[in-house]
């Protein structure tokens, strides 16, 4: 899959004018058989105005970097997102994100710049992935006429394979940010929190890793999605 992914990246970058987009599609995508600890990652979250991801907005990024087996909290960083529409009340009681704070946020298109140039040369780490790959690729889309491309480890599939490897029953809510954590002594953040979500998100892999892990380590292929 890595390979495949780093051929699509060469035929993007081929076809991307220049811009953000293709500053992070000229960095290789690191090699799946690289030693998983040897690979920089960011852990990414995002608060959105609902779950939609064709039709809903990006309201906050939350994103902080690991580098092997340590998770580098100076490159920590929070950015709340200036919409053009009001949020809606279920979903600002969720994430605590008002229209005035929005207001005052940053343009998506320099949220996602400052991003991608994070972004670049690294594996994304979220929870429940689908969710943060959809609406960055969706928004690089509008923005920059071509969807996002990246190597992925999803926590929430990581916990999925582990559960079924060894036929223990679990309830939807066991795959949960939070649960998980609990499941490994990890420390407990407020939820719906860009950034605490995206440090539990990195704690999380790298519980995951650690459990796997012999000490011999393991190549890059077996955590990704």
């Keep these: 899959m890595s390979r495949l992914l780093d051929w699509r990246r060469r035929w993007h970058l081929r076809r991307t004018p220049p811009g953000p987009l293709r500053s992070y599609l000229e960095h290789p995508f690191p090699l799946a058989k690289a ?10 979250d995002l608060e959105t105005t609902g779950l939609d991801i064709a039709n809903d907005l990006i309201l906050s990024v939350g994103y902080v970097g690991v580098r092997g087996v340590s998770i580098d909290l100076s490159s920590a960083r929070h950015r709340v997102v200036r919409i053009d529409r009001s949020i809606p009340e279920a979903t600002a009681i969720i994430h605590q994100i008002t229209d005035d704070e929005s207001a005052e946020g940053n343009e998506l298109a320099d949220v996602l710049e400052e991003l991608l140039e994070v972004l ?3 594996v994304m780490i979220a929870h429940h992935a689908r969710i943060e790959r959809g609406f960055l690729s ?23 394979r582990t559960f079924e490897r060894r036929q223990t029953p679990f309830k939807a809510s066991d795959l949960r940010l939070h649960a998980l954590g609990d499941r490994y002594n990890l420390p407990r953040y407020s939820a719906h929190n860009a950034l605490s979500d995206a440090l539990a998100s990195a704690e999380l892999f790298l519980a995951q890793a650690a459990y796997r892990d012999n000490g011999d380590g393991l190549p890059l292929r077996d955590f990704l999605c």
């Design 35 to 44: 030693d998983y600890r040897e690979v920089e990652y960011l852990a990414i």
């Design 138 to 160: 969706n928004a690089c889309k509008r923005l920059w006429q071509r969807r996002l491309l990246m190597p992925v480890v999803d926590t929430q599939a990581l916990a999925y």
């Design 120 to 122: 670049a040369g690294k």
